[in-house]
């Protein structure tokens, strides 16, 4: 790669010269500068934006710096960082990601990303969570996406779980199911607790103590979503559903749900409804029937924790983002029978 003592030797000018014409073109004169510029294209010369930072450049633009737990390389999330970068180019910013993974030193990465001079922190994770933030990234403006923080008063942006899970309910309550079977994500998960919140409230308006549903959990880990059959064949008599429908704690569960359910003869909806949660990246619609689900805010939370940025909000309160019902044909309304 072309460096700026390169494109100073080609120009016959100096290292000063370069910089003047990459900081400050103003101060050259047009012949200079022309040949400098020229210099530049035959070079394929990069500006280190970074160094331009430094050294106190008022024309570049500023930078969002991002640590991303899992996210970048997780499908289900990575809507959050694709947001935060076509928020930050539509406001003349940039943005940075650095990703952390699980056995990285969370000190050697913070100091990876900090090198870069960012203006301001995202610091987002692939799942709802509360997480332990280090103190350098609050030197900076600084904003949680999809998480929260175990100790400092931070400003989050996060799904409205429990608002989110109770729209479902209410709507598969209102369409006259009043027996679901209650597969939920792991115990321990935050979204899990407050979603049950969302479902709880959601049944005791329609009348349906939820204490009475069949409620099971998920354990840690992928290879536990091969448990859901299990689960669901243990809540059968003789092939026959002992629940109206299923509420699935995501949309993984409901792929598994709709497996289990057809490979039994059953009908969705006709025999039993399914409500999915997440609306997974080009998923929902290729379900047979397509399914029911939420929708997680993930690019809307990503664009508001750019804008607390951009915007150099100061609050630190913990917004939660509506979490919309998409209704598709795995619910619909019950016929009553006589």
């Known amino acids: 790669m072309a460096s700026l003592k390169d494109v100073a030797k080609l120009a016959n000018v100096s290292l000063m010269t370069v910089s003047r014409a990459l900081n400050a073109p103003e101060r050259l004169k047009p012949e200079t500068l022309s040949r400098v510029q020229s210099a530049i294209d035959a070079t394929n010369y990069v500006p280190d934006l970074s160094a331009k930072k430094i050294r106190g450049a008022h024309a570049i633009a500023k930078t969002i710096g991002v640590l991303a737990l899992d996210t970048v390389t997780t499908p289900f999330s990575v809507e959050i960082t694709l947001s935060i970068e076509e928020t930050a ?10 990703n952390m993974f699980s056995d990285d030193s969370p000190e050697n990465i913070v100091d990876l990303l900090l090198s870069h001079r960012p203006d301001g922190i995202i610091y987002t994770t692939m799942g709802l969570r509360q997480v332990p933030l280090p103190e350098k990234l609050l030197n900076l403006p600084c904003v949680l996406a999809n998480c929260e923080s175990l100790h400092q008063q931070v400003a989050s942006y996060i799904p409205d779980d429990e608002h989110g ?12 199911y009043r027996r679901p079977l209650c597969l939920h994500l792991p115990a321990n998960q935050l979204a899990t607790v407050r979603r049950r919140q969302g479902l709880e409230r959601a049944c005791r ?22 448990d859901i059959p299990s689960m669901m064949l243990a809540k059968m008599k003789q092939g026959k559903p002992q629940f109206d429908s299923v509420i699935c704690g995501n949309d993984r569960i409901a792929f598994i749900v709709y497996q289990t359910l057809l490979a039994k003869g059953l009908h969705i909806p006709q025999d039993v409804a399914v409500m999915g949660y997440d609306n997974m990246v080009g998923i929902g619609d290729l379900f047979l029937p397509p399914l029911s689900t939420v929708q997680l805010p993930h690019y809307e939370i990503g664009r508001l924790s ?33």
């Open 89 to 98: 180019r539509t406001h003349d910013w940039n943005s940075l990601v650095v």
């Open 306 to 338: 750019a804008l607390h940025i951009i915007n150099g909000e100061s609050h630190k309160n913990t917004v939660a983002v509506e979490s919309p019902l998409l209704l598709r044909q795995s619910m619909r309304k019950k016929v009553k029978t006589s």
């Open 165 to 176: 899970q109770y729209a479902a309910v209410q709507a598969l309550m209102s369409a006259g």
């Open 205 to 226: 308006e329609a009348g349906v103590n939820p204490d009475t549903l069949e409620h099971c959990y998920m354990e840690n880990g992928d290879q536990h979503y091969h």
